[in-house]
């Protein structure tokens, strides 16, 4: 019936508009466009400081007490020294530039100063340095039509409430001028973030990792600032000097302290008028007026609210039919010659409808045959869409490298089928449609939900964010890589799906956690006895030993931190997350790569060459070597400046013989010192800042397996064995494991010798 009706429709709109035209040929046409100018001051108040127009309850420093609200925010204070006249929030001493006051939206836009941090060679220029703050006794900023915002290669800034009830910050790193953006604000060369409710102070400062000295050349200083949302649009430039010193923020008033419910039990001070609704501020406190619908002007003033004549504007306020005005409303009039009513803007239903009967007779033949054009049409388009989803399924398994896969698998043997390929049907159920409920974990190259098989088998399921299609071959290599390695310390890759948009990866699901939940919860940190967190160590640098060294085709797997190290009920370690890892060719030892990691765990030699070696894998194990010792972050901003690097702070402690003092109290408490720093002095020796001067992982493993060795053997304790016998039983008890490691190893990658091609880089 809807399709007879919009027929008929169509057809009484046509006539309506034949009989309109005649009406304008054949007489005149009445219309209303008046305007009326509305006072938005008390009469006898200057409404104007320069080009700033000021609507009561705002009012000039130099007029009656009258002309403006008895709040000081309320008082503008305008300086006639300047041409034209500069208006100022409360006193220009306060350097609080005026640029609009909204009585409808309630806002007011004011200027304040940009905050900037420089450098030069010598190091920090403080004469051009400038760490601004604010402080509002009303109006709060605007938080959602304002960003916090941050520019800078080099560059923490810092956020703080002047009241000091919370901290927050924005980071922004590059090492190249190349990988900025013109227009981008996500991070690299500049980055934004929200500001809280019911701010009224803020303090300004910041924090440079290495005094700008690599970005010197095209961004000498930082700058942040708070500004209007779309008021600042980032430019490369920006980096060498930004634009301007001051910034556009959104304030928000509103009146007193009180809720409309409150503000009306006393009439006397009641600030809104007739004609008028009252809301209660949602930052801030206080209440605002707003004239209601139909009616404009101010709300703050007597009378103030006037009705608005909505014929005078029939493109606002179109009318089909003859358009009346009525206060607060106008309504539409059918022409002579129709029946039913005038349609306004926005409005169903059949409107103004012609007389004659024989047209709707006529419009109900049309409207069957419609009806039955239409389900047929129906009927073919579900059934184009259903063959276009098999079709477009075909396209992404083939996109995704589905038949080489499939190939690769047949060549291989029957353990390399294990790698199985799974339906798209099939993990949308297995996670419920990808519920947020599922979700177990979120990266930077995907979301990990937890996902149920038909075969009771639990199961993590990774959905990666973005796929290079020139990089398909080396995904389906990794896939198969990874399906062959059968390292009891590694989660073992179950298979994939390659029918989406990007492909999907199916791992066994670890039920324990990540070591970092089991580090840095207090709850958890006291069960991890100073042997499990030793051979957790120990296992965590076995898998890298093998990846280095025993894989058929060298990978580096260029994440490593807590996160990815994932614990089963044993506490057995499983590394994770091979989504940044890189396959090394046989005749290279270093590979030339986009700078990608986690802060705190990334090697400063390859963030400042892009030279990607093993022992980039050794800087960040000997970071997970002094958060296992510590139980500290590798990076935190709530420490003291000196302490926010846990590598830095570690190697200090050492140099200063203060390891005692910053060891986890679990493991103090135990009594294996000699073991800790052993350890420590393990993790100093792979946190070199010079790549050559750190062990290989293979060395690593070995010392802490001989460590492990060493305090298990039956004559560590109660006998008493020379120092130079210890060292030689240590290198003969690791060898013999790092032997039989490697013989093992080679059983399970030399099937993979002819097959193995680099992982993807990113975007999985």
Known sequence: MERVEGRTMAIHEFLLKVLVLGIIISGPYHSHAAETDYSITKPGCQSSCGNLLIPYPFGLSD???????????????????????????????????ISGISVEDHEMRISHWVGQDCFNSSGYDESSSFYPWLTLAKFPISSTKNKFTVVGCDTLAYFQDGGEKFTFGC????????????????????CETSIPTDSLN???????????????????????????????????????????????????????DQTCEDARKNPASYMCTDNTKCTDAKDGSGYKCTCLEGYQGNPYLA????????????????????????????????????????????????????????????????????????????????????????????????????????????????????????GAEELEKATDNYDESKIVGQGGYGTVYKGLLPNNMVVAIKKSKVVDQGQIEQFINEVIVLSQINHRNVVKLLGCCLETEVPLLVYEFINNGTLFDHIHNPNKSSKLSWEIRLRIASETAGVLSYLHSAASTPIIHRDVKLANILLDAGYTAKVSDFGASRLVPLDQTQLSTMVQGTLGYLDPEYFHTSQLTEKSDVYSFGVVLAELLTGK?????????????????????????????IVEEVIAYEGNNEQVREVANLAKRCLEIKGEGRPTMKEVAMELEGLR??????WVNGIDVNPEETIHLLREKTNVYMDSVASTSTGCTDSMKNHVMPLVSSGR
């Open 63 to 97: 007029s009656t007490s009258d002309c403006h609200f008895n709040l000081p925010s309320f008082i503008v204070d305008c300086d006639y020294s300047t041409d034209p006249p500069t208006p100022y929030m409360e006193n220009k001493g306060s350097n609080l530039q």
């Open 171 to 190: 980071v922004s790193l590059c090492s190249n001028i190349t990988n900025v953006s013109n227009g981008s604000c996500s991070g690299i060369g500049c």
């Open 202 to 256: 803020y303090q300004i400062s910041f924090q440079s990792f290495y005094n700008h000295t690599y970005v010197l050349d095209f961004n000498p200083c930082s700058y942040a600032f708070v500004a209007e949302i779309g008021s600042y649009n980032f430019s490369v430039g920006d980096l060498k000097q930004i634009k301007s010193d001051r910034s556009t923020l959104l304030l928000e008033w509103a009146i007193g």
């Open 303 to 422: 009378n103030g609210c006037h009705d608005i004549d909505e014929c005078a504007d029939p493109e606002k306020y179109p009318c089909e039919g003859e358009c009346n005005n009525i206060e607060g409303n106008y309504t539409c009039l059918c022409p002579k010659g129709y029946h039913g009513y005038g349609k306004k803007g926005g409005e169903d239903g059949q409107g103004c409808v012609a007389n004659p009967s024989y047209l709707m007779k006529i419009s109900v033949g049309v409207a069957v045959g419609i009806i039955v054009l239409l389900l047929s049409i129906g009927l073919l388009y579900f059934g184009y869409k259903k063959r276009e989803l098999i079709r477009l399924k075909e396209q992404y398994f083939k996109q995704n490298g589905g038949l080489l896969l499939q190939q690769r698998l047949h060549e291989h043997d029957r353990t390399t089928k294990d790698a199985k390929i799974f």
């Open 633 to 661: 972050k590798a990076l935190s901003f709530d420490r003291p400046e000196e302490e926010r690097s846990l590598a830095t702070y570690f190697l200090s402690s050492l140099k200063n013989d203060k390891l005692l003092q």
């Open 709 to 714: 060795a060493m305090a298990n053997h039956p």
